[in-house]
């Protein structure tokens, strides 16, 4: 069985999250980037709670996601985000959704959300969410329950906290600035990359 979802670089050192329930039981992982060859990965850490996953891959990483020392965006503020198809054997062209804050929302287990106003698709999950800026403001793990036209990430200083406790260092605010100057799409496409894992075998 293969499934497949969305992956983001955080560091020039290889380093990438996704969502944690799309790399979960997997035996290989394997990244596809535009304009890029299929290249091995490998899961670093993981936390169920967050959803959130930490991969690695060798090779050049053409840009990565820079977290702002902010809380978070306001309702109505613009973000983009962007997804990859599912179908392991023609992942295509990412699809970029442009969108809007609708606010914050706390899930049953307590964890902090941020909802956002955006046309996703099944794939975005693990998926970065930019500012008008550039910089990272979350990272999707799906469609609202009660509203599926909505989308829901974990926040960005979430995103930090966990990074920050594996030990990677991310962005400053000068390469926040170099980032934003490349556009939301370019941007996007730059750190983002396919995920596809092939499940661990029944036995």
């Avoid at 329930?21 to 890029?36: D, F, I, K, N, T």
């Avoid at 503020?77 to 023609?90: C, E, M, Y």
């Avoid at 962005?171 to 990359?193: C, D, F, Y």
Wanted: with cysteine; proline share 5%.
């Amino acid at each position: 069985m293969v499934r497949s979802g969305t992956a983001f670089f955080v560091s020039s050192a290889g380093y990438l999250l996704t969502s944690a329930h799309v790399v979960a039981g997997c035996a290989r992982l394997s990244l596809w980037q535009e304009r890029g060859p299929l290249r091995a990965a490998k899961l670093v850490a993981a936390d169920a709670g967050l959803d959130i996953a930490l991969l690695r891959s060798s090779g050049a990483v053409r840009g990565f996601a820079v977290i702002a020392a902010r809380g978070t965006p306001p309702a109505g503020a613009a973000v983009s985000t962007i997804g990859f198809a599912l179908d392991p054997s023609n992942p295509g062209v990412p699809t970029l959704s442009n969108g809007t804050v609708i606010g914050s929302a706390t899930a049953p287990s307590g964890q902090r959300l941020l909802v956002i106003d955006a046309a996703l698709e099944r794939g975005n999950s693990g998926g970065p969410v930019i500012g008008r800026d550039g910089t990272l403001e979350g990272m999707i793990i799906g469609a609202d329950g009660l509203r599926p036209e909505h989308g829901v990430a974990v926040p960005a200083v979430e995103v930090g906290k966990f990074l920050k406790s594996h030990g990677i260092a991310f962005g400053t605010a000068a390469a926040s600035e170099a980032q934003a100057k490349k556009g939301s799409a370019e941007l996007l496409r730059r750190m983002s990359a396919l995920v596809q894992c092939v499940e661990e075998s029944g036995g």
